[in-house]
T-cell receptor, first 117, second 114 residues
Framework: AQTVTQSQPEMSVQEAETVTLSCTYD???????LFWYKQPPSRQMILVIR??????QNATENRFSVNFQKAAKSFSLKISDSQLGDTAMYFC??????????????FGQGTILTVHP | GAVVSQHPSRVICKSGTSVKIECRSL??????MFWYRQFPKQSLMLMAT?????????EQGVEKDKFLINHASLTLSTLTVTSAHPEDSSFYIC??????????FGSGTRLTVV
């Protein structure tokens, strides 16, 4: 079974600064997807960024980028130029691309990020 | 983009009654939907995988008879909490795979059993 670990229960950052959220995972699969989701106080889950395991290039979406280290099974999220609207709970998630658990998302414990003005 | 509509957003029910939560894919066909439960400031825990036209697959520890899942069409999956008790109070979220590797989530249902 896959596991996803987020070791930072809470993080805080000043507006306009950069923050990195860490995530590690464990799997024996070679083909999979990794995600970062944001859950603001409204509790709507919002996709921040997605990475396919077969792609070596790190995914980037505007101010959000990842550092994907496949051998180390690490998938950290960097938020640049933090904004007040980035305040939310962030979840790292894993999904198999095949096999019996195909399609299931496994979530980490979450990191509560607070952006201070 | 792909949208999943979840209703109701909030429901309060009396202990012993049943509550139905609906998830509807609005602009795509969802052959598979997932149901999660989330406690405050905690992660999402997968309860079951709902497949159109077949029985749902429940995760270990989830009571099949208490959490009834029906996925009768390609656009609708329902979760019924039967004989609800205060310990069933939680936030329930559905999710669907809209396309290869893409997941979209409903807005969630806050269930309070009194």
């Amino acid at each position: 079974a896959q596991t996803v670990t987020q070791s930072q229960p809470e993080m805080s950052v000043q507006e306009a600064e950069t923050v990195t959220l860490s995530c590690t995972y464990d799997t024996s699969e070679n083909n999979y997807y990794l995600f970062w989701y944001k859950q603001p106080p409204s509790r709507q889950m919002i996709l921040v960024i997605r990475q396919e395991a077969y792609k070596q290039q790190n995914a980037t979406e505007n101010r959000f980028s990842v550092n994907f280290q496949k051998a180390a099974k690490s998938f950290s999220l960097k938020i640049s130029d933090s904004q007040l609207g980035d305040t939310a709970m962030y979840f790292c998630a894993f999904a198999n691309a095949g096999g019996t658990s195909y399609g299931k998302l496994t979530f980490g414990q979450g990191t509560i990020l607070t952006v201070h003005p | 983009g792909a949208v999943v509509s979840q209703h109701p957003s909030r429901v309060i029910c009396k202990s012993g009654t049943s509550v139905k939560i609906e998830c509807r894919s609005l602009d795509f066909q969802a052959t598979t939907m997932f149901w999660y439960r989330q406690f405050p400031k905690q992660s999402l825990m997968l309860m079951a995988t709902s497949n159109e036209g077949s029985k749902a697959t429940y995760e270990q520890g989830v009571e099949k008879d208490k959490f009834l899942i029906n996925h009768a069409s390609l656009t609708l999956s329902t979760l019924t909490v039967t004989s609800a008790h205060p310990e069933d109070s939680s936030f329930y979220i559905c999710s669907a795979r809209a396309w290869d590797s893409g997941y979209t989530f409903g807005s969630g249902t806050r269930l309070t059993v009194v």
